[in-house]
């Protein structure tokens, strides 16, 4: 049976269109008018390649947009970190002020509150001079710069320790005098200052 050739089956309008022929349908079978195959052919490129295009730009825009997300997250960390260094940093100026005020609760005489108060003063900067790399350790980063909070929280930390000195000298406590090293000089003479209110008249 030949392509487009129907042939009537029982009925009078049954037709049987079922291709049994080997050739190709483009031979028998022209095209309709105004199709042109090379048109089709060029516009199903264009199309696949306007698809791969979209693809691409999709994939580089996504892959951009990680890349920013990820960028702008470190720089928000990297923030929080030099600011939370900076607050450690600036943690032992409280300290001061609470050991300064407690010193001078102690008053100037020797007795266990005074010398405990002045252990601790010498004691705790001590300490945390020892352990500046363990204490700034957490804010470790590559764009965080920790040289001047260390400066910072070792200076502060000198401070208190040379409060807690001033301390042992008010006390009496430093061999500040030439008669603490030598047993034959006489010892130095206390000078006590008093004052009395304003007279009422």
Known sequence: MEKGKGVAVGRKWAVDFTDNSTASSSRDIPDPPGFSRTSADQVSLSLSLFLCVCVCVCVCVSVYDDSTVSRQKKDAEANWKSQKAWEVAQAPFKNLLMMGFMMWMAGSTVHLFSIGITFSA???????????????????????????????????????????????????????????????????????????????R
């Open 122 to 200: 010498l004691w705790q900067p001590l300490s945390a001079l020892q352990g500046v790399g363990k204490v700034f350790a957490p804010y470790k980063d590559s764009k965080v710069d920790l040289l001047a909070p260390k400066l910072l929280f070792i200076a502060l930390n000198l401070g208190g320790l040379a409060l807690g000195v001033w301390k042992l000298n008010t006390l009496g406590l430093l061999p500040t005098h030439a008669s603490d090293w030598v047993s034959s000089l006489p010892p130095a003479q206390e000078v006590e200052y008093s004052g009395g209110g304003v007279p009422l």
